[in-house]
Structure formats: structure tokens, C-alpha cells
């Protein structure tokens, strides 16, 4: 598990397997979540807040997320990352400090500078009223001494479009209207007081009424679990929990790679700077953020998960399909309402091993392999991955690459400084790669060990993959017998790959 947070990711992963356990034995019910509640905090005093009242009601709270539901009942909310109020009271309301730098000066240069009487003497220092103080910062720039330092709240600084902000009681409130889901507040929230909705219940409870449930495992799994612990260790331990098999998403990387290429192939002939679809997060800035670029600029491929499900669903309409990564913002993207036939259910890779160990399923090496993916799909996880694997598809098309301007962007802040230079007309790129967690997806925050261990596993197990091509792998496949449309249509012409 990654460590930064190690006491809310250990009292989370408790919650979720306890709930995940009942929901198995099919005893999910109030007064068995409420035997959690107490367990967790039996008093009379409080283990980790200041009374147990407040810790019941957090893991109250905790566990209506873990059962997919709004863990504030007076604020119910469509979004995915939600609040737990009586989690989210500890952080300072305040973001301006004096701190024992102040000289208490004669010029008093602080109290001159603020406009809205926020500054004031006091016994040995000057003092700031948070209740007037409106955050200018006027009063940090004109002191001499420097003593005023500005303190950001984690989830806030984390949030790379401006969709925290607080009420008057600094309970943290997230802008639906602004929020991508990318789920960067979560695990930079030192008192877990940001969850996401899981699934995890729903999924359960499709694998007990008998229905044909498929993991999709993302490309960033590999190296998750160690060098020992492939794609078929995972499906292996999938499979023993219920699931009717496991397809990696790799696969639907390639599927996006080849009809992204054909869309770049158009785009270049036009002149038209366009995007890539497989960042849901990414996808969700444009929405909110760059609408006219959304409309304009944006691949209209879907991503690698919701390919893997069309195809799966193609197979068997009746199947349900789960994703299963280190992604929040896939949990968005499955409720996306703009996205016609979407995956079902998505989960991360803590909420996976929660599942599992409801029901003492290790996840162990297993000796058979097990690939579907090339290389190239399988390294859609990494930044940079998207972008090479559609240029390798355009190659194997015969398509001349060598002039093209790629430009790939890493984490919320490169992707807004290139779509506001693509907006004014100045961007010297003919395609963007965006992704919108810092190295790409095996950075992303549900991430299950810390990103420099998941990459020396991972380059270990991808060196075990065959080479086989894209365009070759494809031909496995029903291309052009499912959309691959985010609106659901589907050409009328196949594509050149697809199996005769």
C-alpha cells in the first residue's frame, strides 16, 4: 500500500472488507453496519478524534461511501468524490498566519495594506481576523519581515482546476460544475475527510444473483503488486471470487490506438490539432474547462475501458463489466451520461484487495501467462504511451510520421497551460496526449504502491510481453462489429483492420 496516508488507507480498507463480508453473506443491513461503527470506536474514549461521537459519525460516513452512497445525507450529491463533514473540520479555516517572525513594528505596513479591517495589535504580534480576512494577501506582500505566510489547505493546493473552495464553517464543498474527478484531494487530505463512491457492493451483489461479471484490469496493473504478480495472477484470484474472467484493458488500448490513428490520419490531412480520449479526468477538463475545444479538438474514440466493455457486452449483452485501476475519475466516467453504452461499474486497486480479502482471496504468482494487449497497448499506462502507440498504428498503415509535432502533457497543470495555448491559436503541436495525473496512469492516486516501486516491477513484467503488433492483434477481434463511437454509432464502412 502507499504510505503518505497509511492510518486512513488501513481504517478504509477495514471498512470496505467488513461491508464487502456482509454483503457476500447477504447481511448487509443497518444493524450490522452499525456493529462496524462501534467496533472501530467502542469508547468510552476516543482513539484518533476528540470524542467518539465524531469518530462514529466519520465511520458512518465512510461506510455509506463504501456501499456507494452520499456520505452526507443533508447534501446528496451526483459526484463521484464526495465530503465527510464530520471529517472535514480540523484543517484551519484561515489561510493567512502571522507567525512569531512579526517584529511588531511601528510602520504596522500589514494593517495599512488590508482593506477590510482584518489586521489588528496584538499582545505581543498583530493578529488576523479570519472572519474578515478575504485572502488577498496584501498584508503578506507588504510586511518587511516576511512574517505572514500564506498556508493552502491540501485539498485545495491538490486540486488542479479550482473545485474546492468552503463554506462558512470551512467544511470543504466541491464544485460539481468544476470537478473532474481525478481524485487528487483524496489522498491529500490527511483526515480521509474525501472519499469516492464505491462500487464494490453493486458488484457483489451482481456476482450472487448469478450474472456473468468481467473484470477489466487496467494497463498501470502491471507492477502494482510486485514482479511475481502478473495479469494472470490477478484474473486468477479474480476468478475466485466469482468473476466470469478478466480481460486486460491493454487490449482496449490497442483498439483505440488503431481508430484514433484513423482520425489523426483525417485531422493531419486538415490541418486539425486534435486530442486524445482515453483521460476521462482529461476529457472532463475540456467538458467543464475548454468547452469549445471539447467540441472541436476532441478525439471522438472512446477510452480503452469503455472498448473493452463494448466488446465484452458485444459477446454477451447480458454481462456486467467492472474496470479495475488506479483511477478515479473511471468511476465518473462510467456514470457519464454523454457516453452511450458505458462500462458498468469501476473500482480501484485498494478496493479490489478489499473485495478479495471479504472473502481470504491472496493474490498469489500462478504459472500459466496471459496477454492480449501488444506492447504498445500495454504502455498506455505511462505518459507518453497514448501518443506512441496511435503513431505505431499510423506506421503500420503506411502513413508517413516523421513531421508530426506531439506534444504530451502530464498532470492537470500541463494540460491547462496547452489546451489555453491551443484556445488562443498557439499551440505548436498537431497532437495533444493529455492525462491529467503526473506520469501518466501508474501515477494516478488509487495507485496501490508508491510509483517508483510500480515502475521497476512493471518494466520487469513488461519485458516478459511477445511483440506482436497492433493491427496484427487486432485481427483477433470483432472490429467493426461494436462502436467504438463515444456516441454509440457506428461507421458504415469497416475499418481497414478489421477481420474479414
Known amino acids: 500500500m502507499i504510505t503518505n496516508d497509511k492510518g486512513i488507507v488501513e481504517l478504509k480498507h477495514f471498512i470496505l472488507r467488513e461491508v464487502c463480508r456482509l454483503a457476500w453473506e447477504g447481511k448487509l443491513s443497518q444493524e450490522e453496519t452499525e456493529k462496524i461503527v462501534y467496533e472501530v470506536s467502542p469508547g468510552p474514549k476516543a482513539q484518533y478524534r476528540c470524542c467518539v461521537y465524531k469518530e ?10 463504501a456501499e456507494g452512497l452520499n456520505p452526507d445525507v443533508s447534501r446528496p450529491t451526483k459526484n463521484v468524490v464526495a465530503v465527510i463533514p464530520a471529517a472535514c473540520d480540523d484543517c484551519p479555516i484561515q489561510d493567512y498566519f502571522v507567525t ?23 499582545d505581543t504580534k498583530m493578529r488576523i481576523d479570519p472572519a474578515k480576512c478575504k485572502s488577498c494577501g496584501q498584508c503578506a506582500k507588504a510586511c518587511p519581515f516576511g512574517a505572514i505566510i500564506h498556508q493552502e489547505r491540501p485539498c485545495k493546493k491538490a486540486c488542479p482546476v479550482g473545485a474546492i473552495s468552503y463554506d462558512e464553517a470551512g467544511i470543504c464543498r466541491i464544485d460539481e460544475g468544476k470537478c473532474i474527478h481525478c481524485g487528487h484531494c483524496i489522498h491529500n487530505c490527511p483526515f480521509g475527510a474525501i472519499g469516492s463512491k464505491i462500487f464494490a457492493v453493486n458488484v457483489i451483489e451482481a456476482i450472487r444473483s448469478g450474472k456473468r461479471v468481467f473484470a477489466m484490469c487496467a494497463p498501470a496493473t502491471e507492477g502494482q503488486f510486485g514482479k511475481d504478480i502478473g495479469m494472470a495472477a490477478i484474473r486468477a484470484a ?4 466469482g468473476f466470469a474472467d478478466m480481460v486486460e484493458v491493454g487490449l482496449g488500448g490497442d483498439m483505440t490506438a488503431a481508430y484514433e490513428a484513423l482520425e489523426w490520419i483525417e485531422a493531419k490531412k486538415e490541418g486539425k490539432i486534435m ?14 474547462h475548454f468547452p469549445q ?43 457519464n451520461e454523454l457516453i452511450a453504452d458505458r462500462a458498468d461499474y469501476a473500482m480501484t486497486y485498494g478496493e479490489m484487495v478489499a ?8 493474490i498469489v504468482p500462478v504459472a500459466e501467462g496471459y496477454q492480449e494487449a501488444s506492447l504498445f497497448g500495454k504502455r498506455f499506462a505511462g505518459s507518453g504511451g497514448v501518443a ?35 484556445k488562443a491559436g498557439k499551440l505548436n503541436a498537431d497532437f495533444v496526449e493529455g492525462m491529467v495525473c503526473p506520469g501518466g496512469c501508474v501515477g494516478g492516486p488509487s495507485k496501490h504502491q508508491a510509483e517508483n516501486l510500480v515502475l521497476k516491477a512493471r518494466e520487469d513484467l513488461l519485458q516478459q510481453a511477445d511483440g506482436r503488433k497492433i493491427l496484427e492483434n487486432l485481427k483477433q477481434y470483432p472490429m467493426g462489429r461494436f462502436s467504438m463511437q463515444r456516441d454509440g454509432s457506428t461507421p458504415e464502412e469497416k475499418p481497414p483492420f478489421a477481420a474479414t
Not at 517572525?101 to 494593517?111: D, E, S, T, V
Open 238 to 241: 479474480l476468478k475466485k471470487a
Open 100 to 122: 512569531d517572525f512579526c517584529r511588531f513594528c511601528l510602520g504596522k505596513a500589514c494593517l495599512n495594506s488590508c482593506r477590510f479591517g482584518a489586521i489588528s495589535p496584538g
Open 293 to 335: 475545444i471539447y467540441e472541436e479538438n476532441k478525439s471522438a474514440t472512446v477510452s480503452p475501458m469503455m472498448a473493452v466493455s463494448r466488446y465484452l457486452k458485444y459477446l454477451d449483452p447480458d454481462c456486467v463489466t467492472v474496470f479495475i485501476g488506479p483511477c478515479i475519475a473511471k468511476k465518473g466516467e462510467t456514470l
Open 275 to 288: 486530442t486524445t480520449s482515453c483521460c476521462p479526468a482529461f476529457i472532463s477538463l475540456l467538458h467543464h
Open 388 to 422: 506512441g502507440a496511435v503513431m505505431e498504428v499510423m506506421e503500420e498503415l503506411g502513413e508517413d510520421t516523421s513531421t508530426i509535432r506531439l506534444m504530451t502533457c502530464a498532470g492537470g497543470e500541463e494540460c491547462k497551460k496547452a489546451m489555453l495555448l491551443l
Open 355 to 362: 473485495l478479495l480479502d471479504s472473502r481470504q482471496i491472496p
Open 56 to 65: 462514529r459519525e466519520i465511520v458512518r460516513g465512510r461506510i455509506r461511501l
